[in-house]
């Protein structure tokens, strides 16, 4: 629930930053891995905030560096207008933070039915075609990538 | 023999190895590599060689350098990437086949497309409590899955599903026996913890062209990653921790253990420090090792790298990095330097549930392990079996059952491992055949080990008729009746061949006679070929000495 409600903040926040809330809503395949990277950030920009332990006030949000973290850029104009988006954002983490949980049991998630695993029988996924084509660009069978030989 | 037997056919990988970097003037032994499979069966192979130990490396010009290294400790902690030989991914039932056609096993959960949910496989938690447990891991009978994320071609996700603070075993050991050449001795290294997680895609660097390719088949394929303490000392120990690993994944079926092809990964961590210096020095990791062999000259060069730059007041030159092996070169080259540690921004995956284990679960797969390969050890050492016996026979699962199957049948246990290690060893290296390949059967084996034990055959005919039941298969006492074998144990028919050969080979004989005694090997040799290999030889022995020095 966190989640989303960031996400709506920035999904009003500008063109750039292509946060839909798709992962949530929509199983459509057509959808793009780019897209779906996007969206990914929201969780990890939400995660940022959350793990800051101060309970009461939270460090104003670094945006630059959460851009680079993201790996997109910004513009000063663009960052300066995320960041008071984000600051609405963790103010409200931070009137949760304000409530004493300490003789709550912590939780990680909601509680989840157990026994919800998988046998292990292969299934091709038929339409591998259509993933395939959102592909940008392949060399042969492979995708073809920018030269990439050094991590982080 | 069987001892020299074995060097020729399985090389002592280990014994070169060892040599190799502390003498890298001589390059004579670096082309030594070892692959895959057979690399863990070369490593516990003990090579009479006491000369070429790394302990003892007087004389050969390098004393400077052994001299500097005495200096200095080396703490060594490996990361142990197995890939799970599962019928799907971790998180979605696309095939988990190595080698199909790059890009067509994915699906939409694999490829991180929204809305797709992972779902864990059950196989994929079974493996990992069975590795836990054995090495001898405490279980987290609650555990959960992390997000790591980090941004890669070959991650589509833009995360990795690993488990962080909560793995699901730790605070284990895994007991390894050195080889003698090494030192010998039973050592036993921590296990800091086993983790469920993902694999990424594989990338593919092309030499030419500002690109590269992409396949993720593998991306989403299961792994238990294993992280050990920093309790190595040696290239050769941790050699000996990673091949102890892998014969323990591949008894447990949970893996391959291929190196290879990838199953199993190693990446290490060296430091140096200062005997005596309680606090660590800086670590570097080095990736890129892709058999035994090659990890243990990479940690022997890494350890010696840093050594040298401790000797000449250049300690700050050794940083947090990771360096990659070259194994043509023999050398380690810097692939980053790591500023600080990398921000994972792990958080729990929301999209799956913890993994519970009930304690019954944890009961019913403990009491379907395997003998593992350490208690196979000690149980072959307390028949009587001598270490090299011992690290042959309990290196891999079908040859150790082929052996207890045969001993099993009441054969005489030294005899049953000298037939394995030598004789049959050597045919499967030359066919390329597993033991579960060969016709003969322990039963068939266990007899033609009596037959020649009880005088039935003798030991060369016994030879004769092994690669035939290799091949063939049929029975040893089909076979003996068959081709008329049973050895000829008439005193009187062998002296009748014997004073045939004598009176066929009047010259030698009267050479004989005037003290060229050598040559009662000679008629030995005539006289057994006359009886087709069948002649009981102490028998023929004693006869033929008494007619030869009979004065007529």
């Given at each position: 629930?966190?989640?989303?409600?960031?996400?709506?903040?920035?999904?009003?926040?500008?063109?750039?930053?292509?946060?839909?809330?798709?992962?949530?809503?929509?199983?459509?395949?057509?959808?793009?891995?780019?897209?779906?990277?996007?969206?990914?950030?929201?969780?990890?920009?939400?995660?940022?905030?959350?793990?800051?332990?101060?309970?009461?006030?939270?460090?104003?949000?670094?945006?630059?560096?959460?851009?680079?973290?993201?790996?997109?850029?910004?513009?000063?104009?663009?960052?300066?207008?995320?960041?008071?988006?984000?600051?609405?954002?963790?103010?409200?983490?931070?009137?949760?933070?304000?409530?004493?949980?300490?003789?709550?049991?912590?939780?990680?998630?909601?509680?989840?039915?157990?026994?919800?695993?998988?046998?292990?029988?292969?299934?091709?996924?038929?339409?591998?075609?259509?993933?395939?084509?959102?592909?940008?660009?392949?060399?042969?069978?492979?995708?073809?990538?920018?030269?990439?030989?050094?991590?982080? | 023999?069987?001892?020299?037997l074995l060097r020729t056919i399985q090389p002592n990988h280990f014994t070169?190895?060892?040599?190799?970097?502390?003498?890298?003037?001589?390059?004579?032994?670096?082309?030594?590599r070892c692959s895959g499979s057979q690399a863990t069966t070369t490593t516990t192979h003990e090579a009479?060689?006491?000369?070429?130990?790394?302990?003892?490396?007087?004389?050969?010009?390098?004393?400077?350098?052994?001299?500097?290294?005495?200096?200095?400790?080396?703490?060594?902690?490996?990361?142990?990437?197995?890939?799970?030989?599962?019928?799907?991914?971790?998180?979605?039932?696309?095939?988990?086949?190595?080698?199909?056609?790059?890009?067509?096993?994915?699906?939409?959960?694999?490829?991180?497309?929204?809305?797709?949910?992972?779902?864990?496989?059950?196989?994929?938690?079974?493996?990992?409590?069975?590795?836990?447990?054995?090495?001898?891991?405490?279980?987290?009978?609650?555990?959960?899955?992390?997000?790591?994320?980090?941004?890669?071609?070959?991650?589509?996700?833009?995360?990795?599903?690993?488990?962080?603070?909560?793995?699901?075993?730790?605070?284990?050991?895994?007991?390894?026996?050195?080889p003698?050449?090494?030192?010998?001795?039973?050592?036993?290294?921590?296990?800091?913890?086993?983790?469920?997680?993902?694999?990424?895609?594989?990338?593919?660097?092309?030499?030419?062209?500002?690109?590269?390719?992409?396949?993720?088949?593998?991306?989403?394929?299961?792994?238990?990653?294993?992280?050990?303490?920093?309790?190595?000392?040696?290239?050769?120990?941790?050699a000996e921790?990673a091949a102890e690993?892998q014969r323990?994944?591949r008894?447990?079926?949970?893996?391959?253990g291929n190196m290879?092809?990838?199953?199993?990964?190693?990446?290490?961590?060296?430091?140096?420090?200062?005997?005596?210096?309680?606090?660590?020095?800086?670590?570097?990791?080095?990736?890129?090792?892709?058999a035994f062999s090659?990890?243990?000259?990479?940690?022997?060069?890494?350890?010696?790298?840093?050594?040298?730059?401790?000797?000449?007041?250049?300690?700050?030159?050794?940083?947090?990095?990771?360096?990659?092996?070259?194994?043509?070169?023999?050398?380690?080259?810097?692939?980053?330097?790591?500023?600080?540690?990398?921000?994972?921004?792990?958080?729990?995956?929301?999209?799956?549930?913890?993994?519970?284990?009930?304690?019954?679960?944890?009961?019913?797969?403990?009491?379907?392990?395997?003998?593992?390969p350490?208690?196979?050890?000690?149980?072959?050492?307390?028949?009587?079996?001598?270490?090299q016996d011992v690290l042959f026979l309990a290196n891999e699962a079908s040859v150790a059952?082929?052996f207890?199957?045969?001993?099993?049948?009441?054969?005489?246990?030294?005899?049953?491992?000298?037939?394995l290690m030598s004789?049959i060893a050597a045919?499967l290296k030359?066919?390329e055949l597993s033991i579960?390949?060969?016709?003969?059967?322990?039963?068939?084996?266990?007899?033609?080990?009596?037959?020649?034990?009880?005088?039935?055959?003798?030991?060369?005919?016994?030879?004769?008729?092994?690669?035939?039941?290799?091949?063939?298969?049929?029975?040893?006492?089909?076979?003996?009746?068959?081709?008329?074998?049973?050895?000829?144990?008439?005193?009187?028919?062998?002296?009748?061949?014997?004073?045939?050969?004598?009176?066929?080979?009047?010259?030698?004989?009267?050479?004989?006679?005037?003290?060229?005694?050598?040559?009662?090997?000679?008629?030995?040799?005539?006289?057994?070929?006359?009886?087709?290999?069948?002649?009981?030889?102490?028998?023929?022995?004693?006869?033929?000495?008494?007619?030869?020095?009979?004065?007529?």
């Amino acid at each position: 629930m966190a989640t989303r409600a960031l996400l709506s903040v920035i999904s009003a926040s500008p063109r750039r930053i292509k946060i839909e809330t798709s992962i949530f809503s929509s199983s459509s395949l057509s959808s793009s891995l780019q897209l779906q990277r996007y969206s990914r950030k929201a969780h990890r920009i939400a995660r940022s905030f959350s793990s800051d332990t101060n309970p009461s006030v939270l460090q104003p949000p670094d945006v630059a560096r959460l851009a680079e973290t993201a790996r997109i850029s910004l513009t000063p104009a663009e960052i300066e207008e995320c960041g008071t988006k984000l600051r609405q954002v963790t103010d409200w983490f931070g009137q949760l933070q304000q409530v004493d949980v300490n003789s709550v049991e912590p939780a990680i998630r909601a509680e989840m039915e157990g026994g919800n695993l998988r046998e292990d029988a292969p299934e091709t996924f038929e339409n591998r075609e259509s993933i395939r084509a959102s592909i940008p660009s392949f060399d042969e069978a492979y995708l073809k990538v920018p030269k990439v030989l050094n991590k982080e | 023999m069987s001892t020299a037997l074995l060097r020729t056919i399985q090389p002592n990988h280990f014994t070169l190895l060892g040599t190799a970097l502390l003498r890298r003037t001589s390059r004579s032994n670096i082309s030594v590599r070892c692959s895959g499979s057979q690399a863990t069966t070369t490593t516990t192979h003990e090579a009479k060689q006491p000369s070429q130990s790394r302990v003892a490396p007087k004389n050969h010009g390098s004393n400077k350098l052994d001299e500097i290294l005495r200096d200095y400790e080396a703490v060594i902690g490996i990361e142990t990437h197995v890939q799970l030989s599962t019928f799907t991914k971790a998180f979605c039932s696309c095939p988990n086949n190595y080698g199909s056609e790059p890009n067509t096993s994915i699906c939409p959960v694999c490829m991180g497309l929204p809305g797709a949910l992972p779902v864990l496989n059950s196989k994929v938690v079974e493996f990992g409590v069975r590795l836990g447990l054995a090495l001898n891991c405490g279980l987290s009978l609650s555990s959960k899955f992390d997000r790591k994320q980090y941004f890669y071609p070959d991650l589509p996700k833009g995360y990795q599903i690993s488990q962080f603070d909560i793995p699901i075993a730790s605070g284990g050991y895994v007991d390894v026996d050195i080889p003698l050449e090494f030192g010998g001795g039973h050592k036993r290294f921590g296990v800091t913890r086993v983790h469920m997680e993902e694999d990424a895609g594989k990338l593919l660097h092309s030499d030419t062209g500002d690109y590269s390719q992409v396949d993720l088949n593998r991306a989403g394929v299961p792994l238990l990653e294993i992280v050990s303490e920093p309790d190595m000392r040696s290239g050769i120990e941790a050699a000996e921790y990673a091949a102890e690993m892998q014969r323990i994944v591949r008894y447990l079926g949970v893996s391959n253990g291929n190196m290879q092809e990838g199953s199993l990964r190693c990446d290490v961590n060296v430091s140096i420090r200062p005997i005596g210096q309680a606090e660590f020095g800086t670590k570097v990791e080095i990736k890129n090792l892709n058999a035994f062999s090659a990890m243990s000259r990479a940690i022997d060069f890494e350890i010696k790298r840093q050594a040298l730059l401790y000797n000449q007041g250049q300690e700050d030159q050794i940083v947090t990095e990771t360096r990659l092996w070259e194994e043509g070169a023999q050398k380690s080259v810097s692939m980053r330097k790591k500023e600080g540690l990398a921000d994972y921004r792990y958080f729990p995956e929301p999209d799956l549930p913890e993994v519970i284990l009930t304690q019954d679960y944890v009961d019913s797969i403990r009491a379907t392990l395997p003998e593992l390969p350490e208690a196979k050890r000690r149980r072959y050492e307390a028949m009587g079996l001598g270490m090299q016996d011992v690290l042959f026979l309990a290196n891999e699962a079908s040859v150790a059952d082929y052996f207890d199957a045969v001993i099993g049948e009441g054969a005489e246990v030294k005899l049953a491992a000298n037939w394995l290690m030598s004789d049959i060893a050597a045919y499967l290296k030359n066919e390329e055949l597993s033991i579960n390949d060969v016709k003969l059967t322990p039963k068939e084996l266990a007899a033609l080990i009596a037959a020649i034990k009880d005088g039935t055959i003798s030991g060369k005919i016994g030879k004769q008729i092994l690669f035939e039941l290799l091949a063939k298969g049929g029975t040893v006492q089909g076979m003996i009746k068959a081709k008329n074998l049973v050895q000829i144990t008439d005193p009187a028919e062998i002296e009748k061949m014997v004073l045939k050969v004598i009176a066929e080979n009047p010259k030698q004989l009267e050479q004989y006679r005037n003290g060229k005694t050598k040559l009662q090997g000679y008629f030995a040799g005539e006289v057994m070929k006359m009886s087709k290999g069948k002649a009981n030889p102490p028998l023929l022995n004693k006869i033929l000495v008494e007619k030869l020095n009979a004065k007529d």
